[in-house]
């Protein structure tokens, strides 16, 4: 099993910046890519960034240009840097881990808040 700890969520004014992390622990061996999802308020749950273990992104078009994906596997620790926020990014975040075995994501962080006020 996996386990994905987020932290760094928090309430911020529009404009602002916000830096999540997820730790990783257990068989970490066995994750392939990482993402970072999010679900807002009334809203479906949406894919906001991946990382491939070999370094390669993705980023919803929503988001691109503001937020970074990053990964430092010495540490087991995802991140991802959020820059100039708008109140539409508000929304729990949760850190998500590919199983190299099932290609699906197996493994699920508890979600960390984030509110941007206006």
């Known amino acids: 099993q996996v386990q994905l ?8 004014q529009a404009g ?15 994750i392939n890519a990482m993402e970072w999802y999010r679900q807002g308020p009334g809203k479906e749950r949406e894919l906001v960034a991946r990382i491939s273990r070999g370094g ?9 240009g503001r937020f970074t994906i990053s990964r430092d596997n010495t540490k087991n620790t995802l991140y991802l840097q959020m820059n100039s926020l708008k109140p539409e990014d508000t929304a729990m975040y949760y850190c998500a881990a590919q199983n190299r075995a099932t290609g699906a994501d197996d493994y699920w962080g508890q979600g960390t808040q984030v509110t941007v006020a206006s």
């Open 16 to 30: 602002g910046s916000l830096r999540l992390s997820c730790v990783a622990s257990g068989r970490i061996f066995s």
């Open 5 to 12: 700890v987020e932290s760094g969520g928090g309430l911020v």
């Open 56 to 64: 390669s992104t993705y980023y919803a078009d929503s988001v691109k």
